[in-house]
């Protein structure tokens, strides 16, 4: 039997929570049934707080102490509620030790939407492939730029280390886990009961583009002004930022290092979230949503509409269109 453990940090999503419980007991009802033994033997662990006793339990759970000496198969780190991640993953560093204890001792660990975070701060996912919600990448990115995030994928392995990426991706993930620890049959029953779909390994389609505005540097949000201002019209970059009162270089250098992404990427997204507007709220023809979209060339829009959003442009019409 399996020995999971799922945390129970500050600020956890308790939707989270409960979709890795479910679809857990739902395994080992399955299994129970044909072998007579569950899969999973799952628990709940928790820091103690000073002067702060946890629960014993968690809605029929037994509720640990991450300090009692434990060896665990697998851990389970759930998503964070919170608009501040630095200050949520800076209340959960206590935990950080034990997941490296754990790691050493063989145990798997798995994380959900943003409980990548937790993880990338342990230092456990430096050069390692990870994903999270498509919505926190730019901040994760920036935040662990030695993790190689893969923010289009679904689910990542990379050795003993599972990530998923945001909201349903994290079912994708529990069905990974359910195949490699109970086999295939019991993933497929799984799959039918929470109505899983098994082939997509791409979140990128779910993304929208937020730009940073958190920052107090006046030559990166005029830059970011004039992009915004004039995707439609602007042909270069240069042409955008020849008024801007610094270097070139030194616009493109600072530009980078606020936002996470040069310009021209920046002109791109502003255009392709323009472009997927458009394809969701109007009946357009394509042309015009290329043209009004800033491009000119409909093959450069459809490439480089694919490589961001992951689907082709009518394949996106036809998946989100509201009319």
Known sequence: MTS????????YRLLSVAAILDVLEAANNIQKATENEKAFNIGLYQIAEPGQQIADSFHGYPVAKIDQENLIDLILIPSFSTNDMKQTIGKNMAYIPWLHQQFRQGAEIGTFCTGAFLLAASGLLNGKVATTHVDACSAFST??????????KTVTQDGRLFTSGGSTSSFHLLLHLVQKYCGRDVAVKIAKIFAIDMDRHNQSYFSTFQPSRDHNDNIVAMVQQKIEANYQEAETIEELIKDI???????LRRFKQITGIPPIEYLQQIRIEAAKKLLEQTNQ???????????????????IFR???????????EKFQSN
């Open 143 to 152: 935040s662990f730029p030695d993790v190689i995030l893969r923010g289009d």
């Open 4 to 11: 999971v453990g799922i945390l129970l940090p500050h600020d």
């Open 285 to 303: 023809h394509m042309g015009e949503v290329i043209f009004s979209s800033g491009y000119n060339d409909p093959k450069a829009f459809r490439r």
């Open 245 to 251: 009162p610094s270097s070139r270089r030194n616009v």
């Open 307 to 317: 490589k961001i959003v992951g689907m082709t442009p009518t394949a996106y019409r």
